[in-house]
């Protein structure tokens, strides 16, 4: 995490430096990443064969899953505790 702090930091202090024509430039190429990135995870046969190998697992029950309220009461409970001992 820190490291990418530090390259937000580091970002952050060049683009004043950029003209408007460098910035739309670093835009366009900000956005192709982000795009590869969002599609090319659809596309990878290995994640898709984990998440339907997870997704049968859960469907079967051989996986237990679990509610958004029982992960919410578990985590007040957690919280509770953990407030109580200080």
Known sequence: MGTVKS?????????????????ETVLTVVK??????????????????????RFSEMESGKVKTYTLEEVEAEARQSYKKRKSKK
Request: aromatic residues 10%; proline residues 3%.
């Open 7 to 23: 390259l937000d930091k580091e970002i952050s202090h060049y683009l004043p430096r950029l003209s408007s024509r460098q910035k």
């Open 32 to 53: 192709t990443f982000a795009e590869e990135a969002e599609t090319d995870r659809w596309k990878d046969k290995v994640f898709m064969a984990e998440m339907d190998r």
